[in-house]
């Protein structure tokens, strides 16, 4: 596995072409949620990568500085493809995640807006659900939040 991450004036044209192809194979196509992926928010992202030995994008997170999404800084598109699922890559994704965000912005918060059926996932992570839950794309979601990164 290959892991890389980058802010998105380092990202190839190939590079963003597969990160879009597998968040809309995904999001859209696998959940059946029609939105408007291309959001903005990818100008300002680092977008973290996890390649398989065939150089397929496997898994895929974006990162957000303060202020993008919420006050605090933010995760989205947390994603790992049908063929890397149950491998145990979407926890090393959350951790090289967190790690990043350490590395960068210290022990700060973290705020993201969850799929509901994932409340567990991030709760391994030290993520508490905030407020009531809601529905984006007709999927139930739960804002949560993360206090400090400690790894």
């Given at each position: 596995m290959y892991w890389s991450i980058k802010h998105f004036k380092e990202l190839s044209t190939t590079e963003l072409y597969d990160?879009?192809?597998?968040?809309?194979?995904?999001?859209?196509?696998e959940q059946n949620c029609h939105y408007?992926?291309?959001?903005?928010?990818?100008?300002?992202?680092?977008h973290l990568?996890?390649?398989?030995?065939?150089?397929?994008?496997?898994?895929?997170?974006?990162i957000l500085p303060p202020g993008v999404s919420y006050n605090e800084i933010s995760i989205g598109r947390v994603l790992t493809t049908s063929k890397a699922r149950n491998l145990g890559i979407g926890k090393e994704l959350m951790s090289k995640t967190m790690l990043f965000i350490k590395e960068k912005w210290g022990e700060?918060?973290?705020?993201?807006?969850?799929?509901?059926?994932?409340?567990?996932?991030?709760?391994?992570?030290?993520f508490v659900c905030q407020g009531d839950e809601y529905f984006e794309d007709d999927i139930p979601h739960i804002q949560m939040l993360f206090s400090g990164v400690k790894l």
């Open positions: 990160i879009f192809t597998v968040r809309i194979s995904t999001f859209v196509m408007q992926d291309a959001d903005g928010k990818d100008l300002k992202a680092y990568q996890a390649h398989n030995d065939k150089n397929e994008l496997v898994a895929y997170a974006r700060v918060a973290v705020c993201i807006s969850a799929q509901c059926y994932l409340i567990k996932f991030y709760e391994d992570f030290g």
